[in-house]
């Protein structure tokens, strides 16, 4: 049995094997009827884990007023190549998200629980058919459960893009004027949520929003599942109560204790400078510098590391991973990619370059189907904020030492050629 | 043409999936509709009153000229409010009938 009141929870009794079903059951209470779950949630103060932030019960209660055969899904894309918190999180502990998933099913009524990984992941898909398995053979009564493995994107995970691939097999995004907008599978009403969520739903579900609120911030509560990326000793996937220094969570890792800047939030994320990492990580205490603890990615950029080219290559493959259905998004990511890059050599283009990097920046923001070309756009700009010194270094045709070192920091996949991008 | 309301606001949005950037909607409805480099049209967001006919009138040229149905006039006090505007936007104080 585990103490709901301290860490870990999300990684109680983590091995290197997934948990069976019975040892699931021995180290988290058998899940009992709790009869006010809806109560449990809201009390909770629930944030979604996928990067967005928004409440879980307003999502929720948004579903229960909708009629339909309902769905739940289960987002383990893990869209950011930076995050491996869904991956570790559905090969330790399957059952706990499973069993988050089943109480949100429940409290909307869902008829159906589908499960996303991405078919890159050959050992996690497997590790989740078995749970899956596992609790079919036990004649749960409930929902039905699905895996489904949608091909890897970075766009893949969001919602929409989710959505669609399961009712239509294409993992591109939806228009949806209007947030908040009811997804559908068919013209079934869907609730997605990340799986990190489900697995805090499954924690609220059996020991109530109290013990849940006992970690984390009054705003922010809970504890969240890191991935230390970058210039680390030991990359690593850990589970932090929020609220925790953010030098704390990096000595934990191995960081290099004075970086340049730390990137929170993933690719679409913002930099904090490296002299600010004592900063509480939780979204109250990072709204301050205008960051949020998003997917809970950390990445390290060391003082050695030319941030300028970092960011180039982050840009390049994010415009990459566009979806191409927008304008904007299709050709103003490239467009930023290849200012920043005219930045890197430097010389009289790159001062024209970052002019232009601005304006198209302005010119680009909210204007795609979904959050993509938006986060670009922030991260662009608070690379351009974060490194000034550099990129002026870099104008005056001096660029730093890092630049023309070959090492690089972030883990950026290699680019596919277009034609073999797989959507389908 | 139906009757024009004139009272409320208004704004063009546009299908940035259905969009092709052919750019008729700029020639259509050029107060309202500018493009960006790469041929895509650029609108404001900001709510339009209705009593600007000629704002509105070009408006619903360019709504039904877009070759891709890619553009949708969206009027802020409709009696169901579509609450088109994305949710850190504070939706604009309609100066007609309040919405029930
Ligand atoms: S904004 Fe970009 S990623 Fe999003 S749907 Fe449009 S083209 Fe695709
Ligand atoms: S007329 Fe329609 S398809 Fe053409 S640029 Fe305007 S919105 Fe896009």
Not at chain 1, 81 to 105: C, I, Q
Not at chain 1, 183 to 195: E, K, S
Not at chain 1, 199 to 204: D, E, F, R, T
Not at chain 1, 257 to 269: D, E, F, K, N, T
Request: proline share 7%.
């Amino acid at each position: 049995m585990i103490d709901a009141y301290a860490l870990p929870r999300l990684f109680a009794g983590a091995t290197n094997r997934p948990l069976s079903l019975e040892d699931h059951e021995r180290v988290f209470a058998p899940t009992g009827e709790v009869a006010s779950l809806l109560e449990e949630l809201d009390a909770s103060g629930l944030v979604g884990r996928g990067g967005a932030g928004f409440p879980t019960t307003r999502k929720v209660d948004l579903l229960r007023h909708q009629r339909g055969h309902k769905f739940v899904v289960v987002n383990g894309m893990e869209g950011e190549p930076a995050a491996h918190k869904d991956n570790r999180l559905l090969s330790t502990n399957p059952h706990l998200v499973l069993d988050g998933a089943e109480m949100l099913a429940q409290m909307i009524g869902a008829s159906r629980i589908a499960v996303c990984v991405a078919r890159d992941n050959p050992t996690v898909v497997n590790h989740v058919e078995r749970a899956i398995h596992e609790r079919a053979r036990r004649n749960l009564r409930g929902p039905g459960i699905d895996l489904h493995t949608p091909p890897w994107r970075y766009v893949a995970g969001e919602e929409s893009a989710l959505v669609h691939w399961l009712d239509d097999n294409e993992s591109l995004p939806q228009y949806r004027p209007g947030r908040p907008h009811i997804l559908r599978i068919g013209r079934g009403p869907t609730l997605v949520d990340n799986a990190e969520t489900c697995a805090n739903v499954g924690l609220i579900g059996r020991y109530g929003a109290q013990s849940f609120r006992s970690l984390g911030t009054a705003e922010h509560p809970g504890s969240v599942i890191v991935s230390v990326t970058g210039a680390v000793k030991r990359p690593n996937v850990l589970e932090v109560n929020l609220g925790t220094p953010l030098a704390n969570i990096l000595a934990t890792a191995g960081a290099d204790p004075s970086p340049q800047a730390v990137l929170l939030g993933g690719y679409g994320g913002a930099w904090l400078s490296g002299d600010q990492i004592h900063t509480p990580y939780s979204n109250e205490a990072l709204a301050a510098h205008n960051l949020s603890v998003g997917a809970g990615i950390v990445a390290v950029l060391p003082r050695q590391a030319c941030g300028v080219a970092e960011a180039h290559r982050v840009v390049r493959w994010m415009a990459h991973e566009s979806a191409r259905q927008c304008g904007p998004c299709a050709f103003g990511l490239p467009a930023l990619a290849d200012d920043l890059l005219a930045v890197v050599r430097g010389g009289r283009d790159g001062v024209a370059a970052i002019a232009r990097l601005q304006d198209r920046c302005g010119v680009i923001e909210g204007r795609g189907a979904c959050r993509h070309p938006d986060g670009v756009v922030r991260f662009v700009r608070s690379s351009i904020e974060a490194f000034a010194h550099d990129i002026d270094s870099h104008l005056r045709g001096a660029p730093c030492a890092g630049a023309r070192a070959k090492q690089r920091f972030l883990t950026v996949p290699a680019l596919e050629h277009e034609e073999d991008l797989v959507w389908e | 043409m139906g009757v024009i309301r004139r009272s409320g606001m208004f704004v063009l949005q546009v299908n940035p999936i259905l969009c092709d950037g052919f750019g008729h909607c700029a020639e259509l409805a050029p107060e309202l509709v500018h493009l960006d480099e790469w041929g895509y049209p650029i609108i404001s967001q900001e709510p339009v009153p209705m009593a600007d006919i000629g704002a509105y009138e070009s408006a619903r040229y360019a709504e039904r000229g877009c070759p891709r149905q890619a553009l949708h006039v969206t009027k802020m006090n409709s009696p169901a409010p579509v609450s088109n505007v994305t949710m850190n936007q504070p939706r604009p104080v309609s100066r007609g009938r309040r919405p029930l």
